[in-house]
Structure formats: structure tokens, C-alpha cells
């Protein structure tokens, strides 16, 4: 299994951009798909992105597309997730996570074998 620990979270104002990144350790980082969620207080956890393990294809949730994109850097074991136009509704624990086989694309929690601890995000005004 791969370790992740995700990274640059914080406060943020309506509007504003942010990036996360999570650093993985462990062996063959390049060959795992990679997604990202979140969990707002209060709310079940909910797919956010994910990208192929080249980096070649993304999907995304609707309620992020066109504000957020994932890229990956598989020489530096590090996936990131650049937020723009950020929401108050975007508040909430991100998580990345890791995925050696099955339908990760979809968002599916069982694709994923490792999680990260999560990286709080909030949007206030």
C-alpha cells in the first residue's frame, strides 16, 4: 500500500484559489489511480476528481467541474488539486486517496485502497 498525506489547506474567501497537494510514500506510486474527496460537517463523504495513473484522463463530480482540476507528478509521488472560485459549499475535509484496481472514476470508495488523514478547507465570508 501506498501512504498519502495531504497538504494545503486553509481559510479562504469566496472567489479565491487554492491548492492541495498529497505526497505519497511507499513503492509504485505511478501505478495507482488517484482521486480526491471531501466531507462537509455534517455530510456523508462525496467524490470530488480523480486522474488515471498517467495523468492522462480526469473525471469530476458536477458540482466541481470547470472550478477544479487534478494533476499528478509521478517523479515527485504527489497528486494535486487545484481549487478555483471557491464556494462556501466547498468547506470541508479533503481527503486523496489511491487506487490500484476497479472502477475508480466513478468515485466508488471500494476502488480506493489507501486514504490520506485529510486537509481541512473552509470558505467563509
Known amino acids: 500500500q501506498v501512504q498519502l498525506v495531504e497538504s494545503g489547506g486553509g481559510m479562504v474567501q469566496p472567489g479565491d484559489s487554492l491548492k492541495l497537494s498529497c505526497v505519497a510514500s511507499?513503492?509504485?506510486?505511478?501505478?495507482?489511480?488517484m482521486g480526491w474527496f471531501r466531507q462537509a460537517p455534517g455530510k456523508k463523504r462525496e467524490f470530488v476528481g480523480a486522474?488515471?495513473?498517467?495523468?492522462?484522463?480526469?473525471y469530476y463530480a458536477d458540482a466541481v467541474k470547470g472550478r477544479f482540476s487534478i494533476s499528478r507528478d509521478n517523479a515527485e509521488n504527489t497528486v494535486s488539486l487545484q481549487m478555483n472560485s471557491l464556494r462556501t459549499e466547498d468547506t470541508a475535509i479533503y481527503y486523496c486517496?489511491?487506487?490500484?484496481?476497479?472502477?475508480?472514476?466513478?468515485?466508488?470508495?471500494?476502488?480506493?485502497?489507501?486514504w490520506g488523514p485529510g486537509t481541512q478547507v473552509i470558505v467563509g465570508q
Open positions: 486517496a489511491a487506487s490500484s484496481e476497479g472502477e475508480y472514476y466513478t468515485g466508488d470508495e471500494r476502488a480506493f485502497d489507501s
Open positions: 511507499g513503492w509504485m506510486f505511478g501505478r495507482y489511480n
Open positions: 486522474i488515471n495513473w498517467i495523468g492522462r484522463n480526469e
